[in-house]
């Protein structure tokens, strides 16, 4: 097969070009990202291996081979992982499938409309932009690979120029060689940062990679006096070279070591490098669980809710190893679906290997694990909005959607969610100064002749404040739940009641203020009622069936009419809510 010459897709184009002329000064991820892919493509290999022996071709020391040359000015990363085939050298090096990266094109592209180059530079370090981040140092980079399995290596080139070529070529150990030839200012001893110096690179190995599963190695050339037979230098004679490879990582995964001898970075670092995040964590849990079921967790709650959260192409769910060894990503059976967005791992050494994911399913294990993640998830959670109000409500704002959809499941699964997540939830109240409110500090704000928790739905402040039935209820003191958020009426509507106290919308019925009106209001009411009968009959006449029932009201002040809900039918908003999931 001839040598072919691709252009790449558009996106990728406008991301290369921004690799190349940016002016980030953090170029030194790129080895981060090269080590982290290879990394995950022994993973694969490594998974694949476990149902197909074969495909390793009888080499499975697993391992990452940095290779400088000062002479060339070329780096380059070596893995015997799982390897592409021309078809996916195309797919998944020509075309940006990412949506991370896609979503980092955009914020670039926006940056540099607004000319705010400063934060368009931060953006690289924070989005993990993977491969092409290489053309920050490189003005050429080869990748030669072979897929396991598969006899036929190919070799992609590409001068990140708008183009790259392939052809085939011969490798003869499995896996894929990405060589760098660099940029004028990063080789030589005066150039801007060396990458073909293996101290320079055993250092950004440490910083980055230390805790990759795999060796990372590197050959050392090491000049030294020559020894007598007492193994002393010999002084006065010229220095031999001999060479050594050393292992640059310590390979020992941060989860295993003491929580006290972790550095907050170190979370950090792991964490961003793990699941490809740019922000630190929000929270970080690290437990060593020992007893009848031996396990180590590390869970994560991310900065902000990921913007695909509740779409089905989001992926939840834990990674799992088994004595740091991993097993699979992904599983989404040990924590219940209102922690989706929890990040993290489980190592246990009583997951088996090559266990399935039906057999998962049935584990034992995994249910009581699972209980007891979702049990300290849930510890912190109140913690946090006992001792840390601010940091609660930020964790709010991101994720109580979240709870809130857990509370309206649990109706239909009949689960005991509710119990646990009730005095999770925050709302917005008609008492603006004093926040948001969970329901037990709702209800220990209220007068003592108050029996309901009153609510409102709308789409803002403005709307509800503007709500005739408000009129009453602002008179009368009561502070009425503001539901602004679309699932708030539903997880209201699931809870029923909190502590005894029903929940009551005030466009819906009778308000039951009966306790706080005086009886003196009530009678006016009959008394106008019985002498409007008439009117009364003509106005209902005339509406028809528009309208369920025409009464007269007490809980007007200034307006002429409202509109109410039945006691029993659905409110306004979900009303709304309906029509709007049935467009
Ligand atoms: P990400 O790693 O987040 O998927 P990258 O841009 O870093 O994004 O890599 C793009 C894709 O290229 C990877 O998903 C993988 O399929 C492929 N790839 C990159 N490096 C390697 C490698 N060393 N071995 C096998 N596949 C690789
Ligand atoms: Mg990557």
């Known amino acids: 097969m001839p040598r072919e010459t691709h252009e790449f897709q558009a996106e990728t184009k406008q991301l290369l070009d921004l690799m190349i002329h940016s002016i980030y000064t953090n170029r030194e991820i790129f080895l981060r990202e090269l080590v982290s892919n290879a990394s995950d493509a022994i993973d694969k290999i490594h998974f694949e291996s476990l149902t197909n022996k074969d495909l390793l071709e009888n080499d499975d020391s697993y391992e990452i081979f940095l290779i400088p040359d000062a002479d060339t000015h070329t780096l380059s990363i070596s893995d015997n992982g799982i390897g592409m085939t021309r078809d996916e050298l195309i797919e998944n090096i020509g075309t940006i499938a990412k949506s991370g990266t896609k979503a980092f094109l955009q914020r670039m592209m926006d940056a540099k409309k607004d000319d705010d180059a400063i934060s368009g530079k931060e953006l690289i370090g924070q989005f993990g932009v993977g491969f092409y981040s290489a053309f920050m140092v490189a003005e050429k980079i080869t990748v030669i690979t072979r897929k396991a399995g598969e006899k036929q290596a190919f070799k992609w080139e590409s001068a990140g120029d708008g183009s790259y070529t392939i052809e085939e070529c011969d490798k003869e150990k499995r896996g894929t060689t990405i060589t760098l030839t660099l940029s004028a200012d990063f080789y030589g001893d005066k150039a801007e940062e060396n990458f073909t110096d293996t101290y320079k690179l055993e250092g ?62 170190e979370y950090n670092e792991f964490y961003k490098n793990l699941f490809h995040e740019w922000e630190e964590p929000m929270e970080v849990l690290h437990n060593k669980a020992e007893g009848t079921i031996e396990y180590t967790s590390l869970l994560f709650f991310p900065a902000h809710a990921p913007f695909n959260l509740y779409h089905t192409d989001y992926q939840p769910g834990l990674q799992l190893y088994s004595r740091h060894v991993f097993i699979m990503d992904n599983c989404k059976d040990l924590l219940p679906e209102y922690l989706r967005f929890v990040k993290g791992l489980v190592d246990s050494p009583d997951f088996s290997l090559n266990i399935s994911r039906e057999l998962l399913q049935q584990s034992r294990e995994l249910k009581i694990i699972g209980r007891n993640l979702e049990n300290s998830i849930l510890k912190t959670l109140q913690r ?200």
């Open 204 to 265: 950004l190995i440490k910083k980055y990679s230390d805790y990759v599963r795999y060796p990372i190695k590197m050959n050392f050339v090491i000049e030294e006096a020559p020894k007598d037979d007492e193994g002393k230098d010999i002084e006065g004679a010229e220095k031999i070279k001999r060479d050594e490879i050393r292992t640059l990582n310590s390979m020992q995964p941060l989860w295993s070591k003491n929580k006290s001898d972790i550095k907050a970075e």
């Open 384 to 583: 946090m909005l006992k001792n840390n109000r601010e940091k609660y409500e930020k964790f709010w704002a991101e994720f109580g959607k979240s709870l809130k959809i857990g509370v309206y499941g649990s109706m239909y699964s009949g689960n005991d969610t509710i119990n646990k997540l009730k005095d999770l939830l925050l709302f917005a109240t008609s008492n603006e100064d004093k926040g948001l409110a969970s329901l037990k500090e709702y209800i220990e704000r209220m007068p003592e002749s108050q029996k309901k928790i009153y609510y409102a739905a709308g789409k803002d402040r403005k709307a509800i404040d503007s709500l005739p039935q408000m009129e009453l209820l602002r008179e009368k003191n009561i502070e009425v739940l503001y539901l602004l958020d679309n699932v708030d009426e539903f997880a209201i509507e699931a809870l029923r009641e909190y502590e005894g106290k029903q929940f009551h919308s005030i466009s819906r019925g009778d308000l039951g203020l009966d306790d706080v009106e005086s009886q003196q209001t009530k009678k006016e009411t009959e008394d106008i009622a019985k002498n409007n009968e008439g009117l009364i009959k003509d106005i209902k006449e005339s509406l028809g069936e528009k309208v369920a029932d025409v009464k007269i009201s007490n809980r007007l002040k200034s307006s002429a009419v409202c509109l109410v809900a039945d006691e029993q039918g659905p409110s306004f908003t979900m009303e709304q809510a309906f029509a709007d999931a049935n467009n």
